[in-house]
């Protein structure tokens, strides 16, 4: 009892505690609540009330100046319309533009009165093609670019409607006075326009006869095109209509205040390109900016107070608030190298894909997984192993544009979206840079790692819209680009969904299968020097199918590799050989192991329960692995083969002298024997450089204490010639092909009789 009664009273104070706790968070957050609900009073009530009362005034005022403003502008813009007007509609402007006489004079009948023309700005008369003809700027002749270069683009749809408006007030003109329905239409139009940085009104009349227009003749001459400036004389002249002061005109709209006024000068497309803005001279806004401090004060005590109380709150939100976004960070991106991880690219790249459908591009998606990545990890330490993710990923951002992304999916895997691209072809040349930065030397610290990248690219619409159809396509293409050797980047293609399709189905139909126990070992025999007696049997695996037949191992083996079934294979063929084994006196069982079951560091404990559970001598046993897996995965191999041998087990190199550094493992004292690969016999016999290397290599492996055995025996000479070089073991079809229990029984049993009845020859000087 007295044990248990410190931990209630622990238990009580940690919930006295908490409740104390939770009464000030409660206290606080009233006390804050009530400060601030007065604060809002205060401001909303005072604020509110007289503000709102000035601005109804201010308002009032500012409509009036405003009706002023644009009826200025309006007379203005009315007079210069009928100026336009007026020189435009002239029989004398009419000949002289049609004609384009080669100098004409601005006398009275092109010339605006001097109260409106405002030393002429820019002046262009134009033709009926709308090409300049003549251009002034202040009475003097001046370039026409500046029509081509500046105001065409901006009054071209002003011209258009001009040149309509003209025609129908030409066809209108035919028509008796009283049996038109309204009046004539305007030749002239007027728009605003921006030359040289400036702001302009621009005038666009029609060049028209007074009277009807000879016959035969166009009813439109040409334009007469006038910009007056809304320069600092202009606004003066404003000023002085209007009563008002420090007018001024700004492309960007003024903040709003009480003390300024704005109205916009729109195009005629009812854009807007400048305001013209003033100071008010409305009193009511004065009431408010006189008023104001007295509010400021009263601002300022309750603030201050207010202030006080909310900055502990504020440092707890800002704390409470950064801890939220790391832990959002957390969870959407990699802790090692910084870069997003798989949910967050999903989301990405899903909305990359819909923006570029929407925009006709194409979106490339790359699956990316690092060659041989584990044997970094294996050799080096996952300390550098993770460096080298760290400095992949930095290269891969710098290989990337900016509209790109990156993410770590998993240990070495990563997955791009390549965007904002036209053709296939910026795609793959982005591929082959990421190829080209990935294969140069990694530095960490004093190791210098190569490594290379195997790369799956799917594109966007051509594969698909799709997200995750995408994904699995760049995988298959990932997957195809490691059977064509790593290195590479391939891109999808749809044989190879129909090839992964097939592949799928024999991996179902080899489970099948397993359960239905429809493999078979059959054995080939491994012979002495003199070919006459048998020393070993290699098991090989066989599928009989109950529709397609008995199926040699290439079959289905490929399949089984790729997708780890070669586990349960291998296994299977492991026990059945060690079993068939305890019935065969004095035969050693010579199995195939797969890389992925020598990888596994329970194997050895695997092969020792087989040989115990079916009583055969460990000696009896021979694993054969090939070259490539000591390459590829060599220290955690090694271990699993020294324990194979402190088994008793032994362990032969197989396909020996086809891989890339057989001499350097022959030096580590791994193997029992060596197979010779069928590639060495075939033609040795006529050939005497093939004859040299095969006996070199048949010698090397006696010198080194291992026994040899040549593979791919198949004539009587290939026999012979072996026997010559003193090779103490062979195999091959000569002897027999690989053949099921019970016929390697009987084929066994002839053999013995045949020697029991035929003494065998023992040729003189073999051991010499």
């Known amino acids: 009892m007295s044990s248990k009664t410190p931990i209630s009273a622990a238990v009580l104070g940690s919930a006295f505690g908490n409740t104390i706790t939770r009464g000030k968070k409660v206290g606080a957050r009233m006390m804050a609540l009530l400060i601030l609900s007065v604060v809002a009073a205060a401001l909303a009530v005072g604020y509110v009330a007289f503000y709102w009362s ?355 999916v998993s240990g070495d895997e990563f997955l791009l979206v390549l965007s904002h691209r036209t053709k296939m072809e910026e795609i793959i040349e982005t591929c082959m840079y990421i190829e080209k930065m990935l294969s140069d030397a990694f530095k960490v610290e004093k190791h210098k790692i190569l490594t290379t990248a195997s790369m799956g690219v799917a594109i966007a619409p051509a594969h698909g819209h799709d997200l995750t159809g995408l994904l699995r396509r760049a995988d298959i293409a990932l997957y195809q680009a490691k059977k064509l050797g790593r290195g590479r980047y391939v891109l999808f293609e749809k044989e190879m969904e129909d090839t992964l399709q097939i592949s799928r189905e024999i991996e179902e139909d080899i489970k099948r299968a397993l359960n239905a126990n429809e493999f078979q070992n059959y054995y080939q025999p491994i012979m002495d020097q003199t070919g006459t007696n048998i020393l070993a049997a290699e098991a090989l695996i066989r599928w009989n199918h109950p529709k397609k037949g008995l199926l040699p191992p290439a079959a289905f083996l490929p399949v089984a590799e790729e997708s780890m079934l070669i586990n349960r294979i291998g296994e299977w063929v492991l026990e059945n050989a060690i079993k068939d084994g305890a019935t065969l006196d004095e035969v050693t069982m010579c199995v195939n192991v797969s890389p992925t079951q020598l990888r596994h560091p329970e194997f050895p404990e695997l092969v020792s329960k087989l040989l115990e559970k079916y009583q055969l001598e460990a000696n009896r046993l021979e694993l054969e692995v090939t070259e490539d897996v000591l390459i590829n995965y060599s220290e955690t191999v090694v271990e699993v083969i020294e324990r194979l041998r402190n088994l008793g087990v032994k362990i032969a190199l197989d396909d020996f002298g086809t891989g890339f550094s057989s001499l350097s493992y022959l030096r580590r004292d791994l193997f029992d024997k060596i197979k010779i690969d069928r590639s060495f016999i075939n033609g040795a016999v006529t050939d005497a450089k093939a004859r040299e290397i095969l006996a070199s290599s048949i010698t090397l492996g006696l010198r080194l204490g291992m026994q040899v055995c040549v593979e791919g025996v198949e004539e009587e000479e290939q026999k012979e010639l072996l026997l010559t070089m003193d090779c103490p073991m062979m195999q091959g079809y000569l002897f027999s092909r690989p053949i099921p229990l019970g016929k390697f029984r009987l084929w066994r049993d002839d053999m013995d009789e045949e020697l029991e009845q035929k003494p065998r020859k023992i040729r003189v000087g073999a051991a010499e």
């Not at 100046?65 to 502008?73: A, D, G, K, T």
């Not at 000949?95 to 006398?107: G, K, P, Q, R």
């Not at 066809?171 to 605003?192: G, I, K, N």
Request: glycine residues 4%; charged residues 25%; proline residues 5%.
């Open 54 to 408: 000035t601005q109804r005034a201010l308002d009032f005022e500012v409509e009036k100046e405003i009706r002023l403003v644009q009826s200025n502008l309006k007379v203005f813009r009315n007079g210069l319309a009928n100026e336009a007007e007026r020189i435009a509609i002239s029989n004398k402007a009419y000949a002289s533009v049609l004609s384009e006489e080669s100098n004409i004079l601005l006398d009275e009948d092109l010339t605006p009165t001097p109260s409106t023309r405002g030393d002429r700005d820019i002046f262009v008369i134009l033709n009926k093609d709308m090409k300049p003809l003549y251009t002034y700027r202040r009475d003097l002749p001046w370039h026409s670019e500046v029509f081509e270069d500046q105001l065409r683009g901006q009054i071209n749809d002003t011209l258009m409607e001009l040149e309509t408006k003209a025609n129908t007030k030409q066809q209108e003109l035919r028509v008796p006075e009283p049996l038109r329905s309204h009046a004539p239409l305007s030749l002239s139009l007027r728009d605003v326009v921006m030359v040289d940085g400036a702001i302009g009104l621009v005038t666009v009349a029609a060049i028209t006869p007074s009277t009807a227009p000879p016959k035969g003749m166009p009813a439109v001459a040409g334009y007469l095109l006038w910009v007056r400036s809304l320069d600092i004389r202009s606004i003066r002249s404003f000023e002085e209509s209007t009563g008002l002061s420090e007018m001024f005109i700004t492309t960007n709209k003024p903040k709003a205040d009480f003390q300024r006024v704005s109205v916009p000068l729109l195009r005629r497309s009812g854009e807007t390109i400048a305001n013209l803005s003033w100071k008010t001279t409305a009193a009511s806004g004065a009431i408010f900016t006189n008023s104001s401090p007295y509010f400021l004060g009263t601002i300022a005590a309750i603030l201050l107070t207010t202030i006080l109380i909310l900055l502990r709150y504020i440092k707890m939100t800002d704390r409470i608030l950064q801890n939220e976004a790391d832990a959002t960070h957390a969870a959407l991106h990699d802790a090692l190298c910084g870069l997003p991880n798989r949910t967050w690219f999903e989301v990405f790249a899903a909305d990359v894909l819909k923006r570029d459908r929407q925009k006709q591009r194409i979106t490339g998606i790359v699956f990316l997984d690092l060659d041989h990545f584990k044997q970094i990890n294996d050799s080096l330490g996952h300390s550098i192993g993770d460096e080298v993710i760290k400095l992949v990923a930095e290269r891969l951002k710098a290989s990337i544009n900016p509209e790109d992304r990156v993410a770590r």
